[in-house]
């Protein structure tokens, strides 16, 4: 093991001195998938539609993502896709990220421990404005490849909050203002996890996808319980200089506010859902 962690440390030591010698940056290809359990509840939707609308939703969580870097700030984006002849709306379904604040434009400075993400919530954009969470990382002496990198494994716990998209569909209960309560507070689930990522010290910034980083290296994998994020290429120094610059456009909240604006828009949701008696199946031909 301590071999292992000098080894480790030489690696960064002098990969860091190569990187400070020249205008260091980098692209870094993410694709992201989210399995996705949605309970219908006593809804009377008929089979082919529940399906239509999984297959929906599975594909809306599947996605492509860039990783712009360089030594102290990144862009995290998402792959824009054209839409498929047939399909309708894009295949969109919905996407937790979005409700979560986590689905658009991610700007991470290292430097200042920052984060800034622009986000469109059902029409309206933006700006969420927050201090990165900086989690406690265990690394081990684990290693795997991916692509032509070496990477080594390490784990954290997390607190996540997630949108309760569920909630949506479920009955009107009774029971008054505490049924209300209730019922606000099934809207986002709140759990602790065990983070899995993969860094390699061959790019020794401590940048990674999405909000993850603090590791010695680029992240090349995550995974919590549900999402799972791998890179798939990776372009080191591009002949065309990239501009990593911070969102700018939005309402500018921060991410506690941001939860606070989801949660309305889920009631929101959730009560026009109700209002349109829970109608889900049958689409004139």
């Not at 290292?110 to 990382?137: P, V």
């Not at 010290?201 to 994020?229: F, K, R, S």
Request: hydrophobic share 30%; charged share 30%; glycine share 10%.
């Amino acid at each position: 093991m301590k071999i292992y962690k000098w080894f480790l440390s030489f690696i960064i030591l002098c990969m860091g001195m190569n990187l400070h010698a020249q205008d260091f940056q980098g692209k870094a290809v993410y694709q992201s998938k989210t399995q996705v359990n949605f309970d219908f509840g006593n809804r009377n939707i008929p089979e082919d539609r529940k399906k239509e609308m999984m297959d929906r939703i599975k594909k809306a969580n599947e996605k492509t993502f860039i990783l712009s870097f360089d030594k102290t700030a990144s862009i995290y984006k998402e792959e824009e896709k054209l839409e498929q002849p047939g399909e309708r709306g894009g295949g969109r379904g919905p996407r937790f990220g979005a409700m979560a604040g986590t689905d658009g434009d991610l700007y991470k400075n290292i430097k200042e421990q920052r984060y800034l993400i622009k986000n469109e919530l059902l029409g309206k954009i933006f700006l969420i404005d927050d201090e990165l969470e900086t989690l406690e990382w265990k690394m081990g002496s684990e290693s795997r490849k991916i692509g032509n990198y070496t990477a080594f494994k390490a784990t954290a716990t997390k607190t996540i909050k997630r949108p309760n998209m569920s909630a949506i569909f479920r009955r009107p209960g009774r029971g008054g203002q505490d049924n209300e309560e209730k019922e606000k507070e099934s809207e986002f689930t709140i759990k602790e996890v065990e983070i899995v990522a993969w860094y390699t010290p061959e790019i020794p910034i401590n940048q990674g996808p999405g909000l993850y980083w603090g590791l010695p290296g680029l992240i090349l994998a995550v995974n919590d319980d549900i999402t799972t994020i791998v890179c798939s290429e990776i372009t080191m120094n591009p002949s065309e200089k990239m501009e990593i610059k911070a969102p700018s456009k939005g309402k500018k909240v921060s991410q506690a506010e941001y939860d606070e604006i989801s949660q309305e828009k889920m009631k929101e949701m959730r009560e026009n859902f109700r209002n349109r008696g829970g109608r889900g199946g049958g689409r004139p031909n």
